[in-house]
Each structure stands twice: as structure tokens, then as C-alpha cells.
């Protein structure tokens, strides 16, 4: 009896070792949010009616934590209120996994990352999570990060794609990267942040009855500065390679100018050029930027008219814009008008070259915090759209183009326990 006393008191003993180095939290997330579509993503056409429905997201997330092994799941669920019947049997989208990694720590300077992962980098204009979009976007890959120290990081991220398992080489028809490599760096150097990336990505296309694949890389770098109430950044990549056996020759460069004026208003000045190719051009050269994995939407307008599933390999873009905020404890508001241009020529049916200008884009945004997991979201928007516009998406500009939303996130935690190791 006392032997049995003593084994149960060791393994006891092991148990609340092993609990005392680990976390475990686990949290939810619901997002309704009500949208009013007059002219979102493309000019109105008179004959037919606005569109309002509800989306929603419902996540669980689970996390676990520990010296030498941090992992993560998140399962996710996105709707439109009324997409299946009230007795449905099973759900138009169904549930997914969002996210599915483990990484492991192998020092205090290195670890790899393997899974489904979101993968984020800087202002997300190349790598963002498109947290916006009701789904979102995630990676299956490798990542690898080695911290030197603090001041200093340095990514390497690998991704091999296929449709399922097999014996033999099989067609890859996903609407996604056949593989991806890239390098990506970020330093800081005072009041100066520095950032380096490199991405070689593959593209499968079909030849002639024949699956190949077209690589293409982005190469550039992105710099910050932040000092008192200003803050400044700057970026620059390049775009080089094939695009299903097209040279592609393309750039994109922006930068932001912020000044804090008061304890509670900000204003900020930017421009943005992403090149394009003209409409008219002979050459058989594809001259326009792809932002391939960025969080777009928060780019170049809120009404998406630009770089979110559409105007790929077009004329491009240029966009002047200012950005106007207030934000006092749990209120916030911003004011965001953006000018918009074609970087490269526009040919209407007839060949004639139309002017550089799209139009004129007006953005309010209104935030309030409720409390720490309940957040209220409202936005108005409004487009006033040129002849240009109209060559490029159709439509009537001289419609109100218009959209509206607003969105609650509700972001309950369920558990977590943090047995911190003495």
C-alpha cells in the first residue's frame, strides 16, 4: 500500500512538473457584419439594385504553449445569414481550418514553424492575413525565424503545393502558388526600421496540353521612421521573371508622411505607384506589379476597386491619398480620400487613349469599444468615378456609387491556464 502511496505521489509529482512549463488558451471569435453594395469593387449599373446581406465569421482558437514547443489551431465557420434553410443539414461553406501549425523552439535564437499559418510581414503589402475578408487567408508552410537578438530577425519560408496524394506527378488546377521561397529581414536601428524581402514564387500554367511552371520574383525593401509625434516610411520592390511564359518588368513604390498635431488628431499624406502595362502596348512584356499576398483592402480605398481578386495584370495605378483621424479612449474616426490614376495607358473600343484619371474615392470609418472583447465598426464610402473607369469596369459613374457596413467582433475568452515553471 505505501508502494502503491509512493508511485501514485512520483507520477503526480511528473504530472504538475510538466503543467507548471505549459499555457493553454483557448478563445472565440463572432463577427457579423451588414453590408450595403451600390458600386463596391465596380461602378453601379441603373438596372440593377443594391445588394444587402449579412456575412459572418465564428472562430475557436486553441493555444498551447510550452519551453520548447508552441503550437496553434484555428477552425473557422463563414456565412451569409440565410444561405441554407433553417433545417438545413449541413452548412453552404462549412467548417474549415484557418490555421493548424506547431513551432518548434529549438533555441532561444531559432525555431521552425510548420503548418497551416498565417504569414505577415511589415505593412502586409507583399504577406498579410486579409483579415478583412470574412475567411481570411493562410499559408501551408515552413517558416523558419532566427533571432540573433532583439533588435534583429531574419525569416526563411518555404511552401510546396499538390492537390492531394498520388503515385505519379499530378496537374496542380488550384487557383494558388504550385511552390513558394523567400528571405525576408527586419532591423531596427535607432528611430529607423529597415526591411529586406525576397520571394520566388511558381505559378503552374498549361502549355499546349502540358502543365509547366513560371517563376517570378519580388525583390525589395521597406524603411520606417519613427520619432516624437512624426513618423515616416518609404518602400520599394521590383518584379521580375515569367508569368505563363510572358516577361514580366514591373515596380511598386509608396510612401506615408504622419504627424500626431494633438493628443488626439493625426494626419498623413501618401502616394502610391504600382506600374501597369498599357493597353495599347506592342511588346510582349507584362510591366504590371502584383502584390501577391498582400492585405489589400487596406490599400488604394476601402471599396476595393483595386488589387482584391480583380485588376491583376492591368494599367496599373497611382494613388494620392490622405488619411484625417481622431481617436479619444474608446471612440475612434478617420476620414481618407484617395486619388486615383492609371500608371499606364487606357484605350477605349474605339483605340482612342483616354486621360490618366479614375476618379475620386471618400472613406469614413467610425470604432467603438465597448469593452475589451466587443468592438463596434461603421463605414460609409463613395465613389465619384471618370470616363476611365468606366472603359475599365463598365458601369455608369454617373450612378451613386456608394457602399456601406457595419461590423461587430465579439472575441469571448474561454479558457486559459498558464502554469508558469519557478
Known sequence: ?????????????????????????????????????????????DSLNAATFVSQRTRLNFRYGSEKLNAYVAIQNVRVW????????????????HEAWAEAILSPKLSVKLGRQEINYDDQRIFGSVDWAQQARSHDAMVTTFNPNEKHQLDLGLALSAESESLFELDYDVANYKNFQYLWYHGVFGDVGLSFLFLNGGFAFDNNGNQEVDYNQTI????T???????????????????????????????????????????SLGAEILSGTDMDATDNTLRSFNPWFGTNHKFNGLMDYFYVGNHINSVGLVDLYATFAFKK?????????????????????????MDNALGTEIDFVFGYSYSNNINLQLGYS???????????????????????WVMITFKPKLLNYNFAKE
Open 82 to 97: 440565410g444561405d441554407v434553410a433553417t433545417m438545413a443539414l449541413s452548412d453552404r461553406n462549412g467548417t474549415t481550418v
Open 225 to 267: 521612421f519613427a520619432k516624437s509625434k512624426f513618423k515616416a516610411d518609404v518602400s520599394l520592390y521590383f518584379q521580375t521573371g515569367k508569368i505563363m511564359q510572358t516577361d514580366l518588368s514591373a515596380y511598386n513604390v509608396a510612401a506615408n508622411l504622419h504627424y500626431g498635431f494633438a493628443k488626439n488628431f493625426s494626419a
Open 329 to 353: 479612449d474608446k471612440l475612434m474616426a478617420k476620414l481618407i480620400p484617395h486619388f486615383f490614376s492609371s500608371a499606364a495607358n487606357v484605350v477605349d473600343n474605339t483605340g482612342k487613349v
Open 382 to 404: 463613395q465613389m465619384f468615378a471618370t470616363e476611365t473607369m468606366e472603359v475599365l469596369k463598365g458601369g455608369d459613374k454617373d450612378l451613386t456609387n456608394n457602399w456601406a
Open 1 to 45: 500500500m505505501k508502494y502503491q502511496n509512493f508511485t501514485l505521489y512520483i507520477i503526480l509529482l511528473f504530472i504538475s512538473h510538466n503543467l507548471y512549463s505549459q499555457t493553454f488558451e483557448s478563445s472565440a471569435e463572432l463577427r457579423p457584419r451588414f453590408e450595403y453594395r451600390h458600386g463596391f469593387k465596380t461602378l453601379a449599373v
Open 220 to 223: 525589395g525593401s521597406r524603411a
